[in-house]
């Protein structure tokens, strides 16, 4: 009997990924037919990544167990190029571009455009012009990378996997560092390629994106594949947010976010007329005689478009890590405080957990329990000798009150999911038992059992009396926690509201307007 279904062009069978003490996969099989967007959705370490790594050659054929057929056909890929060559490319969450080299350097970089070994370089920045056009960027092909910013940058990586004429273009959390506007125009170029005939796999945590991009999402839960979804046709059941979620965690997680069960107090730190100027550019003010108080057991939360000063706000009061002072004062309990270093903040009870936790946020190569008491060595050492066994149990007591999934404190960083790696910079800062501790992007990239938990335990810090200031990008999160909200844009705060006075509405209104 003939099978009436149609070939996938991508099956993947009983795929088995063991790392040293750990089996990250554990018999997944993922179905993808031609010319569809299909999601893969999961919490953090369910999966998804490593499963596209061994699909794009990353972990090579015989590092695994399982089968890959592309068209039905058995396939084994020794490394990246040998998927590339298949029709495969792979845009990783760190994308893999040269910031100092032009958009044509990068778009051909590993198979330059060349003549008896000589760069045609009129050539490929006529194919150069091509790609950019295909995907909708305007931009000259001699332009460095360093100069653009990263939601440009993402479509960058999308012109160079079309130039090595790709058919199954994988994404691995594409928008997961864009604004809204750039989320929007990836994803409307993401459908426009669909319709040109690209089959794309899209890894996200951002549910809504999935649910309004995906024609199929499947779920993936602690190294399993859990079902496929298909978003076209009849639903026995709606396909929802609250669906997926109870797919990926196994559970209905309810509210998402915790209800305040403490009072606020008063004002502890306040900030006067802080003005910064840009590092390279003295002549731009990035900060404009800004002002706010935080109150014990409050979160205060900042709202604002891409540039608009955020995180050079949040740097520049901790330790001045960012910009050069022009004026301004800290005070917290009526005292001014001089912070002219990251040491002098941390003394004086300020942590800043960066939105950027690969880079600037965690030693990748660090294990657990280096990282968990990095910033405060002086409460594990005596007379300048750091106690490894008190060192062991206080990363112990992190891993287990904040649940980081891992075997062993001694485990590599670099080896743990996104939101594990969040969870133990927030223990590494929690060890240094902050009185204000300032949270930018604190959920970027993370999925939403692991968001809840953070959640969580930012409720929890404001009930013990601790002043909270929450950046994010997500308005949804900053309406759900922050008891107030200020806006900024372009380095000036444009409006304070109240919680009960916020809405989506009017902080985009507020962070559009420069006053």
């Known amino acids: 009997m003939i099978d009436p279904r149609p070939t996938p062009l991508l ?34 370490g369910a999966g998804k990544s490593t499963l596209m790594k061994i699909l794009s050659g990353v972990y090579p054929h015989g590092a695994f167990e399982g089968d890959i057929l592309l ?23 760190e994308l893999a571009l040269i910031p100092a ?3 044509t350097e990068n778009l051909f970089l590993g198979h330059e455009i060349a003549r008896a070994g000589v760069i045609d370089w009129t050539q490929a920045q006529a194919q150069a012009r091509g790609l950019l056009e295909r995907v909708g960027l305007r931009e000259d092909p001699d332009t ?5 910013g990263v939601g440009k940058q993402q479509l960058v990586e999308i012109a160079k996997a079309l130039g090595k004429s790709a058919r199954l273009l994988i994404l691995d959390e594409p928008t997961a560092a864009l604004n809204e506007d750039d989320s929007a125009h990836l994803l409307t170029l993401l459908r426009d390629l669909r319709a040109q005939g690209m089959t794309c796999i899209l890894i996200s945590h951002k549910l809504n994106e999935v649910l309004a991009s995906a024609d199929a999402i499947t779920i993936l839960r ?12 009849d ?4 396909v929802n947010e609250d669906r997926l979620i109870r797919a990926m965690v196994g559970r209905s997680l309810g509210v998402r976010f915790p209800a305040r069960s403490s009072p606020i107090g008063a004002s502890f730190f306040e900030v006067r007329d802080w003005t910064v100027r840009h590092p390279q550019n003295p002549e731009r003010r990035v900060c404009k005689g800004i002002g706010f108080s935080v109150r014990r057991g409050e979160i205060l939360g900042f709202a604002g478009l891409m540039g608009a000063g955020r995180t050079e706000l949040a740097l520049s009061l901790f330790g001045r890590s960012y910009g050069i002072h022009e004026r301004g004062q800290i005070l917290m309990n009526g005292q001014a405080l001089h912070l002219p270093t990251v040491a002098a903040a941390i003394h004086h009870g300020i942590a800043y957990v960066t939105e950027d936790r690969k880079t600037l946020g965690l030693n990748l190569l660090d294990d ?24 062991v149990a206080v990363a112990e007591d992190y891993r287990r009150s904040l649940r980081i999934k891992t075997s062993s404190v001694n485990a590599c960083v670099g080896q743990l999911s996104g939101g594990n790696q969040q969870k133990v910079i927030l223990a590494k800062w929690l060890f240094t038992e902050p009185e204000l501790l300032i949270l930018d992007e604190p959920t970027r990239g993370i999925d939403v059992g692991a968001k809840q938990e953070i959640y969580a335990l930012i409720r929890q810090l404001a009930a013990k009396g601790k002043g909270v200031i929450l950046i994010s990008s997500e308005l949804p999160e900053l309406l759900g926690l922050a008891d107030r909200i200020h806006t900024l844009c372009e380095g000036a705060i444009t409006g304070e509201l109240e919680r009960d006075q916020a809405s989506q509405e009017r902080l985009m209104r507020l962070m559009t307007v420069n006053q």
Not at 71 to 93: M, W, Y
Not at 222 to 233: A, H, P, V, W
Not at 369 to 382: D, E, F, P, Q, W
């Open 11 to 44: 099956a993947m069978r009983g795929i088995v990924k063991t790392f040293p003490g750990a089996k990250a996969l554990n018999g997944v099989s993922l179905h993808v037919m031609a010319g569809e967007i299909h999601a893969i959705c999961g919490e953090n």
């Open 71 to 93: 068209r039905g056909e058995p396939v084994t890929f020794k490394d990246i190029r040998a998927s590339e060559a298949a029709g495969i490319a792979i845009i990783h969450q």
């Open 101 to 103: 080299l032009s958009i």
């Open 144 to 148: 460095a990378i360093q100069h653009l």
């Open 222 to 233: 602690d190294g399993q594949s859990i079902e496929t979804l298909r978003l076209t046709g």
């Open 235 to 238: 639903q026995t059941e709606p």
């Open 368 to 391: 657990i329990k280096t990282t968990t008491v990095a910033a405060n060595l002086g409460r594990i050492s005596r007379h300048g000798v750091i106690d490894r066994e008190r060192e």
